[in-house]
């Protein structure tokens, strides 16, 4: 089986979630509002799992370990990308 690329998958995700950009107008952006839930949803989702994978950072087996290592080195950059985006929109 073909690994997908991450804009393969990004895109499958966008076209499966829809619209999440407001249009100014009502009737639209009901529709965008649920697709932003759902994306809110999926994303809750994924968090979960790279925390599960974090946890292995300090297993004893190498593998388990730099599996852990990277999440939760991925988690910190998120925080951090978080944190200047909210000054930002402040």
Not at 51 to 61: N, P
């Amino acid at each position: 089986m073909r690994k997908w690329s991450t804009d393969e998958i990004i895109k499958v995700v966008d076209a499966m979630i829809g619209r999440t950009e407001p249009a100014g107008d009502c009737a639209i952006d009901h529709v965008v509002e649920d697709n932003v839930r759902t994306l809110i949803d999926v994303m809750d989702g994924c968090l979960d799992r790279m925390y599960e994978a974090a946890t292995y950072r300090k297993s004893e087996y190498g593998s388990q370990r730099d599996v852990g290592e990277r999440a939760y080195a991925a988690m910190l950059e998120w925080r951090d990308w978080l944190n200047d985006k909210e000054e930002e929109l402040a």
